[in-house]
């Protein structure tokens, strides 16, 4: 099964064509965006419309059952004088920062004391509610968890922009955009904040002068940044709702358990499953869960659909980066997949859990020592906690394959 609608009938097909129709989607002819696809088939599915994605649930939960429990990654570390805690999974788009602080500063002039802070941050509050880069301005109303950064405009970046995404755990008693960058206070911990590209490694243009050169339709289809000060459109929205109920877990491990296909042509029968580690929110939000694809794989799926077989079906989400397209599949905490290749192959049916790496390049990097961001080969500034500034003196633990943890102390 691929992204298509097969064996979607009856009343959900209705519903389906729709929802696609209300969002200009098509599902005839060209094929809709996946990572949208994605989003309205787990609100479907939460929903109970999903009959034939309850069936593929309930034949993975039986696999699991069947199969020995996925060993367990090594535990997260109880930081007692630690600044912070930085989680990073090449499995996962987004990072992880944690800390104990009541305050946090992002995109703050960085060594370099360049201008990194964005023109605009809009947060949901009643409807996508926006900040401007100017005089001081602050709001403590977010209804929705997330935190939405553009630099449109913004001294250094040019004709480049690259929206960044902010998922809390806590809601804070203030938010404040200037010019030394995003200011957010909560009345206690900030607990854990995952910070995500919204559009993977993908420079936007910053102004219709951007699209010269591309097709009607590629120019209808690139998010035109420039006019989210007036309001965001419903696209970035529909984007970053799905990552803020994705991410209520994100991914540190991955298992294959391979088994001899029964299928012909020949090819290996895996069995997909994951460690995950919680990223809650106080926030009434559906919870969506999502399993990552391994980006050769996801690759090799993009470029032929025709060439693996997912159960539960996979989406491409439109997410680029430098090792490859992101893919998942939705409304599943593990998948089976047939191909001629597996991750952690073993070339053979292993009988055995075979952890694999992941191999996401996120295009967000972190430089602890200093607690800066970046993007691509752009500064995004500094991460100040609690007004505290680096250098830091900075411990990683490998937690997994494809994950690892960072504490900074002073």
Not at 132 to 139: E, R
Not at 259 to 284: C, D, I, N
Not at 328 to 338: H, P, R
Request: glycine share 10%.
């Amino acid at each position: 099964m691929t992204g298509d609608r097969a064996g979607v009938s009856g009343r959900f097909a209705r519903v389906f064509d729709r929802l696609m129709s209300l969002l200009r989607l098509q599902i005839h002819g060209k094929p809709t965006h996946g990572w949208m696809r994605g989003f309205l088939v787990g609100w479907l599915v939460l929903s109970g419309a999903g009959c034939d994605f309850e069936k593929a649930r309930k034949q993975q939960e039986e696999i699991t059952r069947r199969l020995p429990a996925v060993p367990a990654h090594a535990p997260l570390s109880v930081p007692t004088n630690a600044v912070a805690r930085v989680v990073e999974s090449s499995l996962c788009p987004a990072i992880l920062f944690q800390s104990s602080a009541s305050h946090i500063s992002l995109f703050t002039p960085g060594r370099s004391n360049a201008m990194a802070s964005p023109a605009f941050v809009a947060y949901g509050a009643g409807g996508p509610k926006i900040l401007t880069n100017g005089p001081a301005m602050t709001t403590n109303k977010l209804g929705e968890r997330w935190i939405l950064a553009w630099f449109n405009g913004a001294p250094g970046w040019g004709k480049e922009d690259a929206p960044v995404a902010l998922f809390l755990e806590h809601p804070p008693t203030s938010l404040a955009l200037d010019s030394q960058g995003l200011h957010i206070t909560f009345p206690g911990s900030l607990g854990q904040i995952a910070v995500m590209s919204l559009y993977g490694d993908r420079s936007l243009p910053s102004s219709a002068e951007g699209l010269a050169g591309l097709t009607s339709e590629e120019a209808k289809r690139t998010p035109k940044t420039w006019e989210w000060a007036r309001v965001v459109p419903r696209e970035p929205l529909t984007r970053i709702r799905f990552w803020s109920s994705a991410f209520a877990r994100i991914p540190l491990s991955a298992w294959t358990w391979e088994e001899a296909s029964t299928k012909p042509p020949p090819s290996r029968l895996g069995h997909m499953r994951f460690g995950w580690m919680e990223h809650p929110s106080a926030w009434q939000a559906p919870r969506l869960y999502w399993a990552p694809v391994e980006v050769s794989m996801g690759r090799r799926w993009v470029d032929d659909p025709r060439s693996m077989y997912f159960e539960p079906r996979c989406f491409n989400m439109d997410w680029p980066a430098a090792s490859g397209p992101l893919a998942l599949i939705s409304d599943a905490e593990g998948y089976s997949v047939e191909a001629p290749e597996l991750p952690g192959d073993s070339k053979g049916a292993s009988q055995q859990w075979t952890e694999w790496a992941g191999n996401l390049v996120n295009p967000i990097r972190f430089e602890p020592e200093h607690s800066e961001l970046g993007w691509s080969t752009r500064s995004l500034g500094r991460i100040r906690w609690g007004g505290v500034d680096g250098p830091f003196r900075v411990v990683s633990t490998r937690l997994t394959a494809s994950a690892q943890e960072t504490l900074l102390t002073r």
